[in-house]
């Protein structure tokens, strides 16, 4: 029999693999070169990278933590193959989008106040917020070297594409932490910080792959399309987790995002339905200078729900779901159906 997760640096054979063989498949090509691209980094930041990353310890010593599932790389690798081209040709542009990811994870850790991800303390807990923001930095440099490395015709477009997508990312981040001193946001402004926060990276992991996949601006265009809808409801799902998630999976603490009283899209879903729940959130997320008790972030979780905005987060991920498939029409089925696959597979977790 064939063995699913095997496919390589060739051409795409013809049958769709589940997700978590495409995830284990996208690893195998992504690993090497990304730790290649740690390392070639200088020592400070390539020991904080080591171990946000999950190789190392604190102290430098070989570890095993969890790396997440990388899925804008996966995206990246299979946005090549439906495109007609091969996964070996994008891998700067996985490489490259991996490294973009984690730069933003670094930044948000320290302004979210965060202290755990992927179930070990985070990096700024570890090295100091200082240290964490400036490897960040580095990754972030990493990740243009990664692209400009090799004399694909994909170079330039793929750095302009990388860059509007980190500016889009880094408005988004603004946004959102402008939020939490604001009471009048509105579903549709939350929609877009969103989108650019994370809809923008994950449309340019697909529209990079693409490119260097050898397609044209027209289909790189179109997938750039899937990956944004993919990504806002990716976003969708996770500001669920943040609220229902459980810890042992998501790797943060229960109800973070109410803890800090951060308006994701739930939230303010809940808060502009004009019920009586609402109400009684808005006090509750009233600024007072110190963070919601578990208590209060309990009670919270519960109007949320009570407003209808669990049910609304979770079917208009659906919807963007559908809006995503549309974008893969008449491109190459097996990769095509593994894009949808992925995309169900990482907006359908336990909420």
Same mark, same amino acid.
């Given at each position: ?19 978590? @063989? ?58 090549? &193959? ?82 509007? @997508?980190?500016?889009? %990312?880094? &408005?988004?981040?603004?946004?959102? %932490?402008?939020? #939490? ?12 910080? @969103? ?5 923008? %990276? ?16 027209? #289909? ?94 979770? @079917? ?6 559908? &809006?995503? #498939? ?11 159906? &593994?894009? %949808? ?11």
């Amino acid at each position: 029999a064939r063995d699913h997760g095997a496919r390589d640096h060739g051409a795409p054979d013809h049958g769709a693999r589940p997700a978590d @063989a495409v995830l284990r498949w996208s690893r195998r090509l992504l690993d090497p070169a990304l730790r290649a691209a740690v390392d070639a980094m200088p020592d400070t930041a390539r020991r904080i990278a080591a171990y946000h990353f999950g190789w190392r310890d604190e102290r430098g010593r070989p570890a095993s933590g969890p790396a997440g599932k990388a899925i804008r790389p996966a995206l990246a690798l299979l946005a090549a &193959e439906a495109a007609g081209g091969t996964a070996a040709a994008a891998l700067p542009a996985a490489v490259a989008v991996e490294l973009a990811h984690n730069f933003s994870l670094l930044h948000d850790d320290v302004m979210d106040g965060d202290p755990t991800r992927r179930h070990r303390p985070t990096a700024w807990t570890v090295f100091g917020t200082n240290a964490a923001i400036l490897a960040g930095d580095a990754l972030l440099a990493a990740a243009y070297g990664a692209l400009a490395d090799g004399d694909s015709p994909a170079v330039a477009p793929g750095v302009r594409v990388l860059a509007r @997508a980190v500016v889009d %990312l880094v &408005e988004g981040q603004c946004a959102d %932490l402008s939020f #939490e001193d604001r009471t009048d946001v509105t579903l549709d402004a939350c929609l877009t910080m @969103a989108n650019r926060k994370t809809g923008a %990276l994950m449309g340019a992991a697909c529209a990079l792959g693409a490119l260097y996949g050898g397609a044209a601006t027209a #289909e790189a265009d179109r997938l750039r399309t899937f990956g944004e809808r993919f990504g806002l409801a990716f976003q969708l799902t996770d500001d669920l987790l943040g609220i229902w998630g459980d810890p042992a999976v998501t790797g943060k603490p229960v109800r973070s995002d109410l803890h800090n009283r951060k308006k994701s899209l739930p939230v303010v879903a809940a808060l502009t339905s004009a019920t009586p729940a609402a109400a009684e959130l808005a006090d509750l997320y009233r600024p007072r200078g110190e963070p919601l008790s578990a208590g209060d972030t309990a009670r919270a979780a519960a109007l949320i729900e009570a407003t209808g905005a669990r049910a609304w987060a979770a @079917a208009h991920a659906d919807t963007l779901l559908a &809006e995503a #498939e549309e974008c893969l029409t008449g491109m190459a089925p097996a990769p095509s159906a &593994e894009l %949808l696959t992925l995309a169900r597979l990482t907006t359908h977790r336990d909420h």
